[in-house]
């Protein structure tokens, strides 16, 4: 019972997780559509002229990505490299053709460097990444219509070293595609894994639970199947073994055959006569006694046709295979209780031996009285039996010489043969 309370306990506990996996899982979606974002990869394409080979070079990619506030629009120039751009571009002469300015990512807000770059009336602001990571979405509030994009690390270094070695290099941004992607909630995320990790704890903790209950079960069931094998031994023991002779009936009949292993019975065979009358070879039946403890046929329980105390519950088998009846009922029979009440009760007993008949007494102040009645009237004498063979009596102690003397100078003629009979013998008094 309690057992079942734990599992209904256990299982309620992983319901309710199970629910508050799946509430926190849906909780993070919901949070991720309301916080959806949405981006736009840009198209760069670089031109510039080979000194050393004096040929042109064209290379596009999908590599930047739009700004928040930027304008999803086409925008070409010549590339011009202006540093991090977190101060006034005084140093920079700017060409008098469509430019486009290229910054390096950090110490200060991309509002500021697009804006610095801006007033020097630059096309568009190229932003190149510090770090290897990829290139991310910039919020520049404020900053106009000015087309602003960011690049990798390694595309925008490789365009400055083009621009250190005096290479010109001309830049067409258009637009690529439109994605949209969902922001997780940090929040929701720990809920979960804090869900899920709860919840695997728990499935484990029932699993070591549930392997212990269930070898702490098959030891019980072994124990008690051994002390059932046990008293199937003691009760074979009182089970009848016949060994068929010819003109049996066993023989006689054409299809009575042993059941266990369907082997016709044959003279000099030893079978077993169960108490249902069910008879089997004693080497075929005895082994299935032992581990099943019922009949192969008709499935009777030995153990309670022979007498024994059979408990309901495997767990709590606790019979005493060693105490027995001299009848062959077992522990438990009324019987035999009373058998152990009487035991007990003759220990208290004391036995003497009969002393012979003593001499008639010589003293004259205690003659023997003379017994007027009749042999058939006469009462047989205080503690003997009817027949004369036997007196039990209880004693004080230190008194038991004296009784019996006393009672053999009493005894009157009748009652002398009786006494002369059992003069051989111990007489309990």
């Known amino acids: 019972m309690v057992v079942a309370e734990e599992r209904t306990f256990v299982y309620g506990l992983v319901v309710l997780l199970c629910v508050m996996l799946w509430f926190g899982s849906a909780q993070c979606m919901r949070v991720g559509e309301d916080a959806a974002t949405e981006y736009t990869k840009a198209f760069v394409n670089v031109t510039y002229r080979d000194p050393s080979t004096n040929k042109i070079h064209s290379e596009k990619d999908e590599g930047g990505v739009y700004g928040n506030n930027s304008p999803t629009i086409e925008a070409r120039g010549i590339v011009v490299n202006v540093g991090n751009a977190c101060q006034p571009l005084r140093h920079i002469t700017p060409p008098k053709t469509q430019w486009i300015a290229l910054v390096v990512r950090g110490i200060c807000d991309f509002k500021v460097k697009i804006n610095y770059a801006k007033n020097l009336n630059a096309t568009a602001v190229v932003v190149y990444n510090n770090q290897p990571s990829l290139p991310e979405t910039m919020d520049h509030k404020g900053t106009g219509n000015i087309v602003a994009i960011m690049i990798s690390r390694a595309k925008g270094l490789e365009i400055v070293t083009l621009l250190e070695n005096g290479t010109q290099v001309m830049m067409h941004i258009t637009m690529g595609t439109h ?5 997780i909630d940090k929040t929701s995320v720990l809920f979960v894994s804090i ?8 499935s484990l903790a029932w ?3 549930y392997y212990i209950q269930r070898f702490r079960y098959a030891h019980a069931r072994d124990r008690s199947q051994r002390r059932f094998a046990i008293v199937a031994k003691k ?10 002779r010819k003109g049996d009936k ?11 292993c369907i082997d016709n019975y044959q003279p000099s065979d030893v079978v077993r006569v169960l108490p249902c009358k069910h008879i089997f070879h004693k080497l075929c039946v005895d082994p299935w006694l032992i581990e099943h403890r019922t009949c192969p046929m008709c499935k009777l329980n030995i153990l309670k046709a022979l007498g024994y105390l059979v408990p309901s519950s495997t767990e709590s088998l606790n019979i005493d295979v060693e105490a027995t009846t001299t009848n062959g009922s077992f522990l438990g029979n009324d019987t035999e209780d009373e058998s152990v009440d009487q035991d007990s009760a003759w220990n208290n007993i004391v036995t003497v031996a009969l002393p012979p008949p003593n001499p ?6 205690q003659p023997a009285p003379q017994s007027t009645e009749t042999d058939d009237e006469q009462p047989p004498a205080a503690g003997m039996s009817e027949t004369g063979t036997e007196m039990t009596e209880r004693l004080p102690a230190g008194g038991a010489e004296q009784g019996s003397g006393s009672e053999g100078s009493q005894s009157s003629p009748t ?3 009786a006494a002369d009979g059992n003069s051989d013998r111990g ?3």
């Open 235 to 244: 009760a074979i023991t009182k089970i009848p073994v016949k060994t068929i």
């Open 427 to 429: 007489v309990t008094v």
């Open 360 to 365: 008639p007494s010589t003293q004259e102040d």
């Open 179 to 183: 994605t949209r992607y969902k922001v």
């Open 415 to 417: 009652d002398q043969p």
């Open 195 to 202: 869900s899920f990790i709860v919840l695997m704890i728990i």
């Open 250 to 260: 066993e023989v006689e009949w054409e299809h009575d055959s042993c059941a266990v």
């Open 207 to 209: 699993l070591v639970f």
